[in-house]
């Protein structure tokens, strides 16, 4: 039981540089979100998506960019990575959209 | 856009105390939730409510989503060290795959033998 699975579990970056967060599910799942938690701030939704070819902008989706192509897979790119996108990002799936399965989280430092 | 307030925002118990926290929000959600995380993981869902007033149960866990649809509440009895982690709720305005759960902020519970 994989269930949702996100790679790297840890990253560091250089600012300006790029890199894609890897996110699979294998529920068979339509409804997919990235999440990005930081210290008192809760989790805040980045980019989701109901479906593969249909994504939609969350809260804070500036820096981010998201494509779905297959059921399973939702990458999350950052085009130039900031020191302000320094944080734990979470990956999560459901059926519905609300009763979410998360990853267990990428943990990014960008210096 | 909304916000969920929750409190308190730690707390510091010792094994066997009953616990409370709340959630509040500045609009009405027709759906509540409640997920834990423990360290290095992601949340896991505990319990789901849909209607005003709804009480439900899971195990020593109990919620209820508030009579004005702008709060939920969560209540474990007899902690114990496995209940530490972060509690979130979290809340979604209407039905549908594209309405958006918005998340609070946690509370953190911390368990002394």
């Known amino acids: 039981n994989a269930g949702v699975t996100q790679t790297p579990k840890f990253q560091v970056l250089k600012t300006g540089q790029s890199m894609t967060l890897q996110c699979a599910q294998d529920m068979n799942h339509e409804y997919m979100s990235w999440y990005r938690q930081d210290p008192g701030m809760g989790l805040r939704l980045i980019h989701y998506?109901?479906?593969?070819?249909?994504?939609d902008q969350g809260e804070v989706p500036n820096g981010y960019n998201v494509s779905r192509s297959t059921t399973e897979d939702f990458p999350l790119r950052l085009l130039s990575a900031a020191p302000s996108q320094t944080s734990v990002y979470f990956c999560a799936s459901s059926r519905g959209g609300e009763k979410l399965f998360f990853g267990s989280g990428t943990q990014l430092s960008v210096l | 856009g909304q916000q969920l307030n929750q409190s308190p925002q730690s707390m510091f118990i010792q094994e066997g105390e009953d616990v409370s926290m709340n959630c509040t929000s500045s609009s009405i959600f027709n759906t509540w939730l409640w997920y834990k995380q423990e360290p290095g993981e992601g949340p896991v869902l505990l319990i789901a409510?849909?209607?005003?007033?709804e009480l439900t149960s899971n195990g020593r866990l109990t919620a209820q989503f508030g009579i004005t649809r702008k709060d939920s509440f969560l209540n474990i009895s007899a902690s114990i060290p496995s209940d530490v982690g972060i509690y979130f709720c979290a809340g979604r305005p209407d039905t549908g795959t594209a309405s958006k759960l918005t998340f609070g902020t946690g509370t953190r519970l911390q368990v002394t033998l």
């Open positions: 998506s109901v479906g593969a070819g249909i994504t």
């Open positions: 409510l849909y209607k005003a007033g």
